[in-house]
């Protein structure tokens, strides 16, 4: 059964991406499914999975229109999202002084028309310019220490080292705004960074938006982690107008691929494959023999390449 595989994609509709990997563990006994999103999205879900231990935003699109501080780093929505840029672009003109517009980008686009403030830092120095910012929030005591104390683990290394929030503020304490900005490059100043700070911090609600400029590079979980770490910093989490939410390459890469089971180790709502438990109550729902899933996850995308190379896959 294993000599078959389905590889899908985030231009598929839910509908079709969940009755195909259906058809394929409930029908043919192989978790051989897979979709694009595993290449493009990799990075965003490595930062979910590792900041919040599940995959895909908290909030939603809803909380355009509700924030009042908009965060958009590594993406050009104006273009590339044109139709959900338009919803962010009338939130911003119907209240142009109760909401700020940080931009943050080598390349000034058409996105950056709208914003109070575009931080065009260096190519690959994002990160310097995102600790600097968690080095404000924490220096002038904008952090919610509520939030952190109900809700958050400060963990550092391969190994998960745990952290108490002294221990975190002494792991950024280079990231200084005046370094930073003289690693980003001359066209951002230490009172951009701030500004950009106490901006996105003491609003009623921040609402971070980020596409491939993050997640397409070294080190792109890493990038992913540092905008949630602004955000579980200063609580801009599980309220109105705020989340950090990543925009996908493809429009239907979370609710299809994601949601709908269409990845090797995932059944449908994030089950993990390797969950009995999880695996008994998909089998149950489709009404078929427990068990008949198996529990090993199927080949992820480069190695289902590989093994049709191999004719270890042959359909």
């Not at 310019?129 to 391969?158: P, R, S």
């Not at 989340?243 to 609710?255: E, H, R, V």
């Not at 390797?274 to 068990?291: C, F, Q, S, T, Y």
């Amino acid at each position: 059964n294993d000599a078959t595989a389905y590889y899908g994609s985030g231009q598929c509709q839910t509908e079709e991406t969940y009755i195909f990997q259906k058809v394929m563990r409930g029908g043919l006994k192989t978790n051989n499914v897979e979709g694009n999103p595993r290449l493009c999205m990799a990075s965003a879900v490595g930062g979910y999975m590792t900041s919040f231990g599940a995959d895909e935003p908290i909030g939603g699109y809803a909380n355009i229109e509700r924030s009042y501080c908009m965060f958009i780093i590594g993406s050009n929505m104006a273009e590339a999202h044109p139709v959900f840029f338009r919803r962010v672009m009338r939130h911003k003109l119907d209240n142009p002084d109760k909401v700020k517009i940080i931009n943050a980008d080598p390349r000034i686009s058409a996105t950056s028309r709208i914003a109070d403030m575009h931080m065009q830092f260096r190519p690959g120095t994002d990160m310097a310019l995102m600790n600097a910012m968690a080095y404000v929030i924490i220096d002038e005591g904008l952090h919610d220490e509520t939030f952190i104390n109900n809700y958050a683990v400060f963990k550092v290394g391969k190994e998960g080292k745990e952290l108490d929030l002294d221990g975190f503020k002494q792991s950024i304490s280079e990231y200084t705004p005046e370094k930073a900005a003289k690693i980003c490059g001359g066209n951002i100043t230490p009172g951009d960074i701030r500004k950009a700070a106490r901006w996105f911090a003491t609003s009623q609600g921040s609402l971070s938006m980020w596409c491939m400029g993050i997640n397409q590079r070294k080190q792109g979980v890493w990038a992913n982690n540092l905008i949630h770490n602004l955000h579980i910093l200063t609580g801009q989490l599980c309220k109105p107008g705020a989340d950090s939410l990543s925009l996908t390459g493809q429009p239907n890469a979370c609710g299809g691929v994601r949601e709908g089971g269409g990845l090797c180790h995932i059944l449908p709502a994030h089950r993990p494959v390797a969950n009995e438990k999880m695996r008994h109550e998909v089998e149950d729902l489709w009404g078929i023999p427990r068990n008949r899933i198996p529990s090993k996850p199927g080949y992820h995308t480069v190695a289902m390449f590989e093994a049709v190379n191999e004719k270890k896959i042959r359909a």
